[in-house]
């Protein structure tokens, strides 16, 4: 499956981004979805993921600040940042767990990457 990331760009402190990370190949649907994030020399980081039973979790640093979201009729995960500070600063990958098929194993498959700058 190919993952198409979009929505980051540049931002001043304090306000919002949406990422989006959509499919675009026909599956039956997206059981797991994580956002990660790497800063320049830092290493790859969880930042947020959800399962297909609504169960999320966050990264200390962006709880209460980030919401993650899956839109399975879309096929489409979300990860919506509000109250952004710069050291939210980073490259932010999506990362989905697939079902091709009801019943079929799960593949994890990466997304592109999406440049996040919070300005000052």
């Known amino acids: 499956v190919q993952l198409q990331a979009s929505g980051g760009g540049l931002v001043q402190a304090g306000g919002s981004l949406r990422l989006s990370c959509a499919a675009s190949?026909?599956?039956?649907?997206?059981?797991?979805m994580g956002w990660y994030r790497q800063a320049p020399g830092s290493q790859r980081e969880l930042v947020a993921r959800?399962?297909?039973?609504?169960?999320?979790d966050y990264a200390d640093s962006i709880r209460g600040r980030f919401t993650i979201s899956i839109d399975n009729a879309k096929k489409v995960g979300y990860l919506q940042m509000d109250s952004l500070k710069r050291e939210d600063t980073a490259i932010y990958f999506c990362?989905?767990?697939?079902?091709?098929?009801?019943?079929?194993?799960?593949?994890?498959?990466w997304g592109p990457g999406t440049q996040v700058t919070v300005s000052s």
């Open positions: 190949v026909s599956m039956y649907r997206i059981v797991h």
């Open positions: 990362n989905v767990v697939v079902e091709y098929s009801l019943g079929s194993p799960a593949y994890n498959h």
């Open positions: 959800i399962l297909t039973n609504g169960r999320t």
